[in-house]
């Protein structure tokens, strides 16, 4: 993955429910998820993923805290005021860092024009 986001990569901005998180990415959302693991199915999340360069969170920093499950390799992001995670903060298999994004707390983006891919982060 090199440092620019791909060509197809387009630029939103997001927040936590509250607002108080505020974060802007570029990223790819044909290559969006619905992962199956515990966290993601009971959280509902459809995550779509960015290299940590095209990712900046510009509000909030300090309304953030992290969970970290299973194998302790995704850093779970969360508002600590309203509880909403807007992202995730972890490493692809060749050690690029990525985030990944939670799709719901893009702004303008219709959820029902997407057709994200089942992942299977249950058996992972």
Do not use: W
């Amino acid at each position: 993955m090199s440092d620019t986001p791909p060509a197809t990569a387009r630029a939103f901005t997001g927040a936590c429910h509250c607002g108080a998180v505020q974060f802007e990415c570029s990223l790819d959302l044909s290559g969006a998820i619905v992962c199956n693991c515990s966290i993601c199915s009971a959280k509902g999340l459809i995550m779509a993923f960015a290299p940590a360069e095209a990712f900046r969170v510009t509000a909030g920093e300090d309304h953030l805290n992290e969970y970290r499950f299973n194998r302790h390799v995704i850093g779970h992001m969360f508002c600590t005021t309203c509880g909403v995670e807007p992202f995730a903060k972890g490493e692809m298999p060749d050690g690029t860092k990525i985030a990944a994004v939670n799709v719901r707390s893009l702004k303008g983006v219709d959820l029902a024009a997407l057709t994200p891919a089942p992942y299977d982060g249950r058996s992972a």
